[in-house]
Each structure stands twice: as C-alpha cells, then as structure tokens.
C-alpha cells in the first residue's frame, strides 16, 4: 500500500488516528460490558493500559471537544463511560455525585496507569499494580 493511498479513505491523520481510536474505544467497552464488579472494570481497564499501552494511548489521546463532529467515536467513549457508571454508580447519591465519583475514579486509572508507566510507582508487577489501585478505588467508592 502506498503511503498516499491512505488519504483516499481519510481526510487527514487525525481522520486515521480518529478511525482507530474508534476501534480500540469499540473493543474496550466490549470488555467491560463483560464486567460484573467494580474490581472487574479496573483489572480490565488495567489489563488493556499494559498490553496494549499504544493504543490506550491514543485513546487517551483523543480530544473530547471535537467527538461532537464524530459521532461513531463519540458514541464509543460513551459506551466506555456507560460501563464505569453501571459498576461505580451508587442509588443514594445523584446524577452529578455518580458522575463525579466516576471521573475521580478514571482520574485515579489513568494517572496511575502514567505513573507505574513511567516507573514513578515502585510496585513490583503489574499484579501488585492492579491489586493497589483497585484497593484505592474500593476505598473511594
């Protein structure tokens, strides 16, 4: 494939990078619809950061501000947060509360994930890594 060719289905890198992202946000929220506990979405989540760190990347990467002009990638990040609130989602507390408790848990995620990634955690596997922060998130919730 010549490297042009790509711009016939794309209009532009961030088309491409767009595209992809799609897929790794349609895979990820297959997995934890599979979910059943909260400690089930953070191993899950945990288990694609470490092995497929690029990906998870991108993803990451994706800026929230244009997903309102692609709504196939939207709509799979929702899926993503969807699932987070199915698990972390308490009947006491309101719509605002669970959606807060939900983005300080994806903050703890994600900037433990950077941190044990950029060897600022000294844990000693990612099972150790795992089992932390799913005790930091129990005590959270």
Sequence with gaps: ?????????????EALLDAVAECGFVELGARLKECRTPADYVSTELDFALNEPHLYDLLQSRPHATMKEKPSLRAAVHVCIGEALRLFSCEGRSSDEN????????????GGISMYRGGILDLPDDAAFVAELQKMIETEA
């Design 1 to 13: 494939m010549a490297h042009r060719s790509l711009y016939n289905h794309f209009a532009d890198r």
């Design 99 to 110: 959606r807060r408790a939900v983005m300080k848990m994806l903050m703890l995620l994600h």
